[in-house]
């Protein structure tokens, strides 16, 4: 009887440190490896401190003083497979994209050599990396969305799997930026305090843009851009105007502004009219707007004037065409004005 007791303990004891060991187990990680290398285009030479990142993973790698990476990302199960965009970066190079690269759980992909070219930048510029992806509210890359940093001309369009990337010209010191995006039939958006620093690709948190309330059967245009001070300093509560359209806008604190607008068919030539209390009002004309595409205005520079109230509109007949050559005037003042070929 005593030993069937003892000998239940011992099995128990067995079971139970076995039990113990698969509780303490750890839990195994799936992971892709991707290898390659770089080179400079002109001399054929490795390039190392080149940024290796995959599109929709926040995994990055630099390759080393021969030119070579080894970068892994972590796949959802043992089984999986994906097609995947490989990205390149450099400061003073530019950017690369590798798409279709097939990745496996547990396997080594081996990608072709990547040849980088320098970019023509001016002596005494510094250069700064912007990336990122975006998605809609269900999760899904979102193609043609127009990127822009606030008073940089410098933008860029994501690919087909929402991917972007692009520099842009600073000066030696850090600098925070507001990032925005602006598709057709989404609600722009913003991501502010953004440190951008020389020599360095930033990786911007994901964007993920809602869906807008646009009337079936109607073309909309979008319109975007950033206005600026004769200093180069972001000009905020700037109207933003169209003529003959009722759409507006207003600049916000880092002086960019994104809206729609209806248009008549699936493009339309236009003037866009930028106007703020104290500064001198800016048009620019003969901007296409097309339908489902969003359009980058030139940045506007405005010079401060000495008005201290402004009155902007527009003026149509009663067919609802522009008006030229309309005198305005205001009771008691010499101040006056025409309205142009757009009526404004």
Not at 61 to 68: C, F, R, Y
Not at 127 to 154: F, K, M, Q, W
Not at 211 to 225: C, M, R
Request: charged share 15%; aromatic share 8%.
């Amino acid at each position: 009887m005593r030993k069937s007791i003892t000998l239940f303990i011992v099995i128990f004891i067995l079971v139970t440190l076995s039990c113990d060991k698969d509780i303490l187990k750890p839990k195994s990680i799936t992971l892709a490896t991707l290898k390659g290398n770089v080179i400079e285009s002109v001399n054929q030479m490795p390039l190392s401190g080149v940024t290796v990142s995959v599109s929709n993973y926040t995994e990055s790698v630099q390759t080393d003083s021969m030119g070579q990476y080894t970068l892994q990302v972590e796949l959802e199960t043992s089984t999986s497979s994906e097609q995947i965009t490989l990205t390149t970066w450099k400061s003073g190079y530019i950017p690369l994209q590798i798409k279709d690269i097939t990745i496996k759980a547990n396997k080594t992909a081996l990608v072709p050599t990547i040849s980088m070219s320098p970019v023509s930048v001016e002596e005494g510029d510094y250069i700064a990396g912007v990336s990122g992806n975006i998605v809609d509210e269900y999760e899904n890359p979102l193609e043609e969305v127009l990127v822009t940093i606030s008073g940089h001309a410098e933008h860029s369009y994501t690919d087909s799997s929402g991917f972007f990337s692009f520099e842009v010209g600073i000066d030696n010191t850090p600098k925070n930026v507001t990032v925005n995006t602006s598709k057709v039939g989404y609600n722009p958006c913003s991501i502010e305090n953004v440190t951008l620093e020389a020599n360095i690709m930033t990786l911007i948190p994901t964007f993920s843009m809602t869906t807008a309330s646009v009337e079936q059967g109607n073309y909309i245009a979008g319109v975007s851009g950033n206005v600026i001070d004769e200093y180069e300093n972001p000009l905020k509560e700037v109207l933003i105007t169209i003529p003959g359209h009722a759409e507006h806008s207003h600049t916000d604190s880092s002086g960019f502004f994104s809206f729609e607008i209806e248009i008549d068919s699936s493009s339309e030539n236009v003037t866009i009219n930028a106007s703020k209390m104290g500064y001198n009002p800016h048009s620019i004309e003969n901007i296409t707007l097309e339908a489902n595409k969003t359009a980058l205005m030139p940045t506007f520079s405005m010079n401060r004037n000495s008005y201290i109230a402004g009155v902007s509109g527009n003026v149509v007949d009663e067919y609802e065409n522009p008006l030229e050559e309309v005198l305005i005037t205001i009771s008691g003042r010499a101040d006056h004005s025409y309205t142009d070929s757009s009526g404004f």
